[in-house]
């Protein structure tokens, strides 16, 4: 077996293959990495600069409420008889005078015909009462009665005369009545509930149909004792129907308010107009009640990206470059901002005009610049 000799590996050879090698990985790698504070890779992003406000605003409570008309009517019947007709149903659309419905008129009219008896009566009884008041006053001056006699007589004329004004209003009552028979309606509306058919027995007190108004609506709300502060009639509220997201927010004025609590739930009724007609009655609605003031972080409503299901506002940070913050948002507001939640404290530069979030580190240049 022959052994070779060991010759050593020169020092400045093994320096060149180590540098070779990290050559290689470098150019494996896509190249050397950026030395720190070198100008950031890829186009500038064009944006609008805006700055994130803090304002004071309205701090709100949102009530859920019910929509009523304006006006409502039970229609009964004054007299105790039998429906004869009925001449509406329930959904119908009523003008004011239409006649409803009609009440079968032979007992008003054997009432009228009492009363116009008992007003005969009466009659006669005072025709005799002032003849012997006259003869009795006559005899009286002969001294052929006494003051007591006259005095009676006196007495008698006048229960007379007030028993013929007692049977007069009671002939004009029942007259009244027997026009009751024509039941009509009282304004323009709708019929809400019919109660009774045909044949039914009518008397007076008991509800045969119902009507509401046509025309105004109103929210109807319960405030909580500690959120009414502040609030009266001629309040302006925000107010909504979430049957009508077409209608969109919409601003309502007070109408009434009741003047105490109740007892059992601690809040207040409250009624809003709304601005709107013919909305169905019943349906839900909301309204938003100031309670005080709070401050607020708002943005251009432009500013806030939504993206992989996040809601983002791009940022410039204080050396110029764009960066990504996750917040949430709030309502939209009238001037075209919105409220940001969370996410931002106020005073940051945002980034409006974007299409898309763009990556971390890019240089911010104004648009059009």
């Not at 002939?171 to 039941?183: N, P, Q």
């Amino acid at each position: 077996m022959t052994t070779r000799p060991f010759h050593p590996v020169p020092r400045s050879l093994v320096k060149s293959l180590a540098a070779l090698s990290v050559a290689l990985l470098v150019a494996a790698c896509g190249g050397p990495p950026a030395p720190s504070g070198a100008e950031p890779a890829g186009e500038p992003v064009r944006a609008t600069r805006a700055v994130a406000e803090r304002i004071t605003v309205d701090s709100l409570i949102e009530l859920d409420g019910r929509v009523e008309a304006d006006r409502t009517a039970t229609v009964a019947a004054r007299v105790l008889a039998t429906l004869s007709a009925i001449h509406v149903n329930a959904g119908d659309t009523v003008r004011r005078g239409q006649l409803l419905l009609e009440i079968d008129p032979d007992t008003a009219e054997s009432q009228v015909a009492q009363a116009r008896g008992a007003l005969a009566q009466a009659t006669a009884g005072l025709t005799l009462a002032e003849s012997n008041h006259r003869r009795y006053q006559a005899l009286a001056g002969r001294d052929a009665a006494s003051e007591l006699e006259v005095d009676m007589a006196r007495t008698r004329h006048e229960q007379a005369l007030g028993a013929v004004e007692q049977a007069e209003g009671a002939l004009s009552a029942a007259r009244a009545i027997a026009g009751d028979t024509r039941v009509v309606a009282p304004f323009d509306g709708y019929v809400v509930r019919r109660m009774v058919e045909v044949g039914d027995l009518a008397a007076p007190g008991r509800p045969l149909l119902m009507l509401e108004s046509k025309s105004s609506r109103r929210l109807v709300v319960n405030v909580p004792e500690g959120s009414a502060r502040g609030l009266a009639v001629g309040t302006t509220v925000r107010i909504a129907v979430d049957s009508r997201p077409d209608l969109g927010e919409m601003e309502g004025v007070v109408v009434e308010m009741t003047p105490g609590a109740d007892p059992m739930s601690l809040s207040f009724e409250v009624r809003v107009e709304l601005p709107v007609d013919g909305l169905p009655t019943g349906a839900a609605g909301r309204a938003w009640l100031p309670v005080g003031q709070r401050t607020a972080v708002v943005v251009p409503a432009a500013a806030v990206l939504r993206q992989g299901g996040l809601e983002l506002v791009v940022i410039e940070d204080d050396e110029g470059l764009a960066a990504s913050r996750v917040v949430r948002a709030g309502e939209s507001r009238a001037d075209g901002t919105i409220e940001i939640l969370s996410g931002l404290k106020g005073g940051e530069t945002v980034l409006t005009g974007l299409a898309a979030v763009p990556a971390a580190g890019r240089r911010v240049e104004e648009a059009g610049s």
